[in-house]
């Protein structure tokens, strides 16, 4: 029964959220020497978010960064460098500037 209450609060509200992923690709190292890419999992946006960050991530981070919704996966976006990055130290530093710019940019609007 609370499964089944939980269902139906949780419908009731609304609120779906869509999962964030970032995708970094980087050019030198890896297992052949030729780059290879880092990936983190990025939590969780609610999904009245998705247009925005789809459409203004590359304004708000001066073309650095794009997202994509995915075509297979429901309800998931995935934040990737527009150019990649030379390292795996300088992929791991892209993923934290783009979770920062867009949680940034999430919390103000949510404000």
Request: a negative charge; zero cysteines.
């Given at each position: 029964?609370k499964?089944?209450n939980?269902?139906?609060?949780?419908?009731?509200?609304?609120?779906?959220?869509?999962?964030?992923k970032?995708?970094m690709?980087?050019t030198?190292?890896?297992i052949?020497?030729?780059?290879?890419?880092?990936?983190k999992a990025?939590?969780?946006?609610?999904?009245?978010?998705?247009?925005d960050?789809?459409?203004?991530?590359g304004?708000?981070?001066d073309?650095?960064?794009?997202?994509?919704?995915?075509g297979?996966?429901?309800?998931?976006i995935?934040?990737?460098l527009?150019?990649?990055v030379?390292?795996?130290?300088?992929?791991?530093?892209?993923?934290?500037d783009?979770?920062h710019?867009?949680?940034s940019?999430?919390?103000?609007?949510?404000?």
């Amino acid at each position: 029964m609370k499964v089944l209450n939980l269902a139906i609060a949780f419908l009731a509200t609304g609120v779906i959220a869509s999962r964030i992923k970032y995708y970094m690709r980087f050019t030198e190292g890896g297992i052949d020497g030729n780059g290879s890419s880092k990936d983190k999992a990025g939590g969780k946006i609610d999904d009245k978010h998705d247009d925005d960050v789809v459409n203004k991530m590359g304004e708000w981070s001066d073309n650095k960064y794009k997202a994509v919704k995915s075509g297979i996966v429901r309800n998931l976006i995935t934040i990737s460098l527009v150019k990649d990055v030379r390292t795996i130290n300088e992929a791991v530093d892209a993923i934290a500037d783009a979770q920062h710019i867009l949680h940034s940019h999430i919390n103000e609007a949510d404000d």
